[in-house]
């Protein structure tokens, strides 16, 4: 099993460039996440989907889109990339029970210019 | 407003030292997770605890979930190398379906040889 993938791992975009972000799992999970990691803010949530065919906002949505293709894939989509987007982004899958395990992705890179 | 907050925020220590990092909240949580984040990669999920004065031990790293839900702690005995990385709390507040967590800010651990 590889788990969580994701595609690119580095990205460097223009100002006002569009962009998609891929994750897949192959657990079977059924919720899906999107995070954005950058120094010294910790893990900050973008966007969730409890299961396929929902998509809900995270703390931190304004700029970003998601869409649950199917139950293996959750994409994020930056419309218009603005620098302060600049990030570590994280995609992380789980069960959807209450304590149970998030798995994520290795990250991809984004650099804004 | 950070939900999570976690003390100290960098830890430099030598091979052989004890420590603990704290996690700490003005909320109560359901169950609080602990995680390690090596650099390059996504985090990694250490332990999961549940019950209020829970203590769960992994090795050389002793969990606790303190008597009122709102605080945690992870202490490591005789410190090595290889643990080394960003350690991350993350609390799920329960109620509704949805199950996310809130991370913390992370503390970043160096132990040197």
Known sequence: NAGVTQTPKFQVLKTGQSMTLQCAQDMNHNSMYWYRQDPGMGLRLIYY????????????????????LNKREFSLRLESAAPSQ?????CASSDGTETDTQYFGPGTRL??? | ????????????????ENLTVYCNSSSVFSSLQWYRQEP??????????????????????????????????????????????????????????????????????????
Not at chain 2, 5 to 16: C, M, R, V, Y
Not at chain 2, 57 to 75: E, I, N, V, Y
Not at chain 2, 85 to 109: D, I, M, V
């Open chain 1, 49 to 68: 989907s409890a299961s396929e065919g929902t998509t809900d906002k995270g703390e931190v949505p304004n700029g970003y889109n998601v869409s649950r």
């Open chain 1, 86 to 90: 600049t990030s570590v982004y994280f």
């Open chain 1, 111 to 113: 650099t804004v210019l």
């Open chain 2, 1 to 16: 407003t950070q939900l999570l907050e976690q003390s100290p925020q960098f830890l430099s220590i030598q091979e052989g």
């Open chain 2, 40 to 113: 390059g990669e996504g985090p990694v999920l250490l332990v999961t605890v549940v019950t209020g004065g829970e203590v769960k031990k992994l090795k050389r790293l002793t969990f606790q979930f303190g008597d009122a839900r709102k605080d945690s702690s992870l202490h490591i005995t005789a410190a090595q190398p290889g643990d080394t990385g960003l350690y991350l709390c993350a609390g799920e507040r329960g109620g509704g379906s949805n199950y996310k967590l809130t991370f913390g800010k992370g503390t970043l651990l160096t132990v040197n040889p």
